[in-house]
């Protein structure tokens, strides 16, 4: 079951996509119950002090920098779905100690085994996750790596939204008593553990290609800086590095940010995951198909900008006026997070895996995960040395108009401790966008051409919003059915055209239309031509 196999039919390829589809699933919902405000409400309520929590944090960034040592292990053994499988099961049987972690009585050892099982969990996913890259990108045709992420991410992330929602039920249980806190964080990490079996055995029946032999024998400094010869593979590199760091300058400090100085309680937080979890779901798939159209560094083009300027509004929330507000503000950055996170994860792992050479994918996936985790894992720890220099500083914004009546503030604006986070974090994101800019992909266009077809197809949505399947059309993503909208409607016009184009005289209308169809199709972005030729189908119809 564990071999290589040296031919996969499409018929096995397909049956290994399904599979991991359940392997995705189950994946994420250990993720909703075992990570993230989870595990920080297990440090907090174990009494851990915020050295113990922020080393928390850290682990599961810096221990990505284990995928570097992988590629010799892949490389030697060649066995990548042994070495994947393998370190999955033993990392997922860290998460029983997470479940036995409450009833420790002495808060440090309690921590100390809450440490030494996060690095066990996270090392060895880490670990696995080199071999688990290498193998999918042989295993997925890269002409199908759009579809087949965006379709993994929206079975993932129903799931995680799913278990994302029982969490929250569970913690605002565990807020009434401290036995009953026990047995419920005991018990979301038992169910982790089931999660991790099934993820387990459905990874175990996906097929492996066998791996070509260019990298055999090579030492694991030469593997690591092989693709630092590549120019447009260290370009991508440098975008990757400077992004991941921008990003986790700020996030990591968004529950502590919510729960410390807006006051608002874990389960908010919990709720406002599954919101961008939600909005992740609404338009995964279609940034897939725009990213397959338009090429991985067209939609990046467009993501990266939004989710800057969301990290960036999240400055302005202790502005907000009142409870009932600011939760709104919230709540509606989170929409814009979680969909334009879904477009920057997707085409920024995409473009990862298309400019790796098919073969010898594992050094370059490593490298770029060895880059990610020191950038990642560093920024937390900057931020936190940070947080005190802050927090003792204040910049204030103020608007005022002097009168004989007296002064009266037009404008104030405060930025103190968190604030100047968020504004780092994001004038750090447009840097990146800088380096983005600097790395070739073919088939990439600008992103104004991107936002065109997303504002002109829902322009159309809503203009031809009349009936039913109009209304249905309009509430969906814009880029989604439009494409799949253009794409049929030109196979079928080329079918009318080719059946009528043997006729001579070839008749007026279907001349006309021919003409109309070379100058639509051969520039998508001639709206004018295309309603021209969708009124005179509705004419003909």
Known sequence: MLQPQPTISAQECARGIRFLMIDAAAATAIGALNSGVVL??????????????????????????LQAPTVKLVERWRRRKLISVAGVFTARLALPVYAAVPFIPQPRVAAAVLLGAALLHYGLNAASACSWN?????????????????????????????????????????????????????????????????STSALAQVPEPVMAAESVGAPLHRLLLEPLRQPNFRKLLRYVASWQFAVNLATPFFTVYFVRALGFSLSFVLALTVISQLANIAVVRQWGRISDRFANKSTLAVATPLYILCVAAMAFASDVPADGGRAAYLILLHVLMGASGAGVGLAAGNM????????????????????????????????????????????????????????????????????????????????????????????????????QHIFTSARRTLRNASSVAGLRLAVSFPGGDLIKLRERDRLLLEDVYEDEKHVSPAPPPIAAMHALLESAFSAPANDRAFDELLKRLDKAA
């Open 134 to 198: 290498s193998w999918i990108r042989d295993l997925i045709p890269p002409d199908r790596l759009g579809h087949f992420s965006s379709r993994r991410g929206v079975y993932g992330t129903i799931v995680s939204a799913a278990a994302t929602v029982a969490a929250a039920i569970a913690l605002g249980w565990a807020e009434g008593s401290h036995a009953i806190g026990n047995l419920i964080f005991s018990g979301l990490y038992i169910a982790g553990f089931i999660f991790g079996l099934i």
């Open 352 to 451: 990862v895996m298309k400019l790796s050479p098919s073969g010898a994918a594992t050094s370059f996936m490593a490298t770029n995960a060895l880059v990610s985790a020191l950038a990642a894992g560093s920024a937390p720890i900057v931020g936190g040395w940070a947080a005190d220099f802050f927090a003792r500083r204040r910049l204030e914004l103020s608007l005022n108009w002097f009168s004989p009546s007296g002064v009266e503030q037009l404008l104030g604006i405060t930025f103190s401790h968190w604030e100047f986070f968020f504004l780092l974090s994001a004038l750090l994101g447009l840097y990146s966008l800088h380096r983005l800019s600097a790395v070739e992909e073919p088939g990439a266009v600008e992103r104004r051409e991107v936002v």
């Open 40 to 65: 920080l409400a297990l440090a907090l309520h174990i009494g851990a002090s915020t050295v113990e929590i922020g080393l928390l944090a850290a682990i599961p960034l810096l221990t990505q920098v």
